[in-house]
């Protein structure tokens, strides 16, 4: 009896001591990598934009995807853009004469699995919305241009667009 408890405590004796060391064991295949992440950490700096540069990509984006027909249903009634009322109105100053007519999301039906309809002529439309990502290091910004008119009518734009002279542009298109 007297041997399983001096064995018990011998157990216990080495149990206590490997708990008590807090080092990390570090293998030695580990030690490279280890001491390459601790040199280059990669830059965690969250950047954000300025006042008034979401507007100015959106406009940006949604400008590309108005001159440029990706979609192509010749009856369409609307062009409907997501986004504030103050980005729609300039964009349909910019585009008086536009076909379909450009028009404010909020005048836009929509139902599950259907194209959307506009509000006012209950014809089909398509829905232009642009999704603005992060800035990236170098201060250039990512940024897609989505349209929808429908399951089957559907695609996308990624757009690269940076800074010139405090104006958005788009730099290359993805």
């Known amino acids: 009896m007297q041997v399983k408890t001096q064995l018990a405590l011998a157990a216990l004796a080495m149990a206590t001591g490997c708990a008590s060391h807090q080092e990390q064991i570090v293998f030695s295949d580990e030690a490279e990598v280890r001491a390459q992440a601790a040199v280059s950490s990669p830059d965690t700096t969250v950047r954000h934009l300025e006042p008034g540069d979401e507007s100015q990509i959106e406009q940006a984006v949604f400008s590309y995807?108005?001159?440029?027909?990706?979609?192509?249903?010749?009856?369409?009634s609307a062009v409907f853009l997501q986004a504030d009322d103050a980005e729609v109105a300039a964009l349909m100053k910019k585009y008086p004469d536009h076909i379909p007519p450009i028009k404010p999301g909020k005048r836009a039906e929509l139902s599950s699995h259907r194209p959307p309809v506009d509000k006012d002529t209950k014809k089909p439309a398509i829905i232009l919305t642009v999704?603005?990502?992060?800035?990236?290091?170098?201060?250039?910004?990512?940024?897609?241009?989505?349209?929808?008119?429908?399951?089957?009518?559907?695609?996308?734009?990624?757009?690269?667009l940076k800074k010139t002279d405090g104006v958005w542009q788009i730099a290359e298109v993805k």
């Open 131 to 160: 999704d603005i990502n992060a800035p990236n290091a170098d201060d250039s910004v990512d940024a897609t241009g989505r349209w929808y008119a429908g399951d089957v009518i559907t695609g996308f734009r990624s757009v690269h």
């Open 65 to 76: 995807l108005l001159e440029r027909h990706f979609w192509n249903m010749a009856d369409l």
